[in-house]
């Protein structure tokens, strides 16, 4: 036990696989490459000693892909179990929601193998804050509410926007964030959420210039190589899914059907792909072209077909048919 007990607290993305089995029991979390690297460059960020490294960092990423659980559950906890000193703060849409995301990270805190791994973090309450007996704590806030005056080491911002509130959301509160920390410097502030529109949060904060971003579409629609710090690194196809036994192709074209390619675009690809309404557009039929259409178009239409050429042409650039072989003699050699 003593080597998982090191695996754990050495390696964050371990134990983000070690959260998700004590927060949902009987549930195996679907590994991807995406999760490892996500933990891996949270785990840099976090431990370098380095002061030109970017700390305010977006994570765009499709619904459903654990950007909360890794971002705003697993990395306060494991952060908090190897410094019980440190202190969090976990902004949401609404206090509630982040007032849920902070029970979740007392539940998996409160766990007897959590215990066994992080012996001296331990909650003294529970009632306002969620604080520790070595003076750390998790504080919890909505947007639009005032901010808790005391200082932290972690800024986590999860699922700030909605539809609901995309337009009268104050988004210039957000500049300032930064006087949230307890050290501008070394403190590390994340935002984990996914693009609603072009003049959402994400989009706002990463042109102050002071943020860095990575982006996953559930779809490439180019060929990105990902290269983290030390050395993480990961080559995407174009027309690749992000997590291919998560959701598959058809389980992609259900989501384009139902929320509607306007909303697809943003909320699943991030804002990396723009359907042609209006104009002129090549029609095809089983992949083949067979005229030129002109004039306005459905966003969902198009994109459905659009997604329909992008998943051929990526089948066949990377699974290329396989040509059955007629049967040899069986007295050939």
Partial sequence: MSDYVMMYRCNFASFVDFAFRELHPGEQMQDNWHIRLIANFLQFTWSSPDLEVVRRIIFNLPPGYLKTHICSVAF??????????????????????????????????????????????????????????????????????????RRSDLVVIDNPQSLHNLERMDRSAFVEIGRTLKDPKRGVILLATRRLAENDLSSFLRGLGNWGKIEMPVVARREPRWMFPPHDNHQRMEGEPLHYWYENWDKIEANIREIGGEAFVWQYMQGTYTPITTGQRTHYVDGNPVGLLIGTFDPTAVTLEDFAMLKEEYELKYYPMQVDLPDLPQDRP
């Avoid at 902070?102 to 009632?127: G, K, N, V």
């Avoid at 070595?134 to 806030?141: D, K, M, S």
Wanted: charge should be positive; aromatic fraction near 6%.
């Fill in 76 to 149: 306060p906890a494991w952060i908090l179990g190897r410094d019980p000193r440190k202190s969090v703060l976990i902004i949401s849409e609404s206090l509630d929601q982040a007032l849920e995301i902070r029970e979740r990270c007392a539940e998996l805190m409160a766990s007897p193998r959590y215990r066994r791994i992080f012996p001296r973090c331990q909650i003294a309450s529970s009632r306002r804050d969620l604080e520790l007996t070595y003076g750390g704590r998790i504080r919890h806030a909505g947007v639009g509410y005032s901010l808790p005056q």
